[in-house]
């Protein structure tokens, strides 16, 4: 008997993962912004001098802030990534979602791996991300490091 072939997937171009991860920047700055502005305002509010370095309170409520975005940002993303829909809300938008190097869902290792990993591909003057536009599978350096797949959603049948 013949068995059949798995299907080849569509991998998922560079502007199209752009878009999504745009999406996804304004979804996440529409939470974090706001909580920035109410922990600043209220450090400010706490003891500002005037004076040439800001008060503690000013400089322990930017860390906090700092701490929470990055958590807020990896939660997003690991979570939702390892979730059934196995995309961020930008993604589930352009119609493509995150698979491991076989097609299943990511777990939520593999998903907070990833997330991180884009910490690299930043820092490479973002060549880490470029790379999603030039390599066979479209893999972005962290999507390597991941062992991951951006691919295009198959249609319901």
């Avoid at 880490?128 to 249609?155: N, S, W």
Wanted: net charge positive; with cysteine; glycine share 12%.
């Amino acid at each position: 008997m013949l068995r059949a072939r798995p299907a080849i997937p569509e991998f998922a171009g560079f502007w199209r993962r752009f878009v999504a991860a745009f999406i996804d920047g304004i979804l996440l700055d529409i939470v974090i912004v706001p909580l920035s502005f109410m922990v600043g305002l209220g450090a400010g509010l706490s003891g500002g001098t005037g004076a040439s370095s800001p008060p503690p309170a000013v400089t322990g409520a930017t860390v906090f802030v700092q701490i929470v975005s990055i958590a807020i940002a990896w939660l997003y993303g690991a979570l939702m990534e390892s979730s059934q829909y196995q995309a961020t809300l930008g993604k589930m938008a352009l119609g493509i979602i995150v698979t491991d190097m076989e097609g299943n869902r990511l777990s939520f290792g593999q998903a907070t791996g990833r997330h991180f990993g884009k910490l690299l591909s930043a820092l490479l003057c973002t060549v880490g991300y470029i790379m999603a536009g030039f390599t066979e599978r479209k893999q972005a350096l962290h999507d390597m490091m991941a062992g991951c797949l951006v691919v295009m959603k198959a249609p319901l049948r």
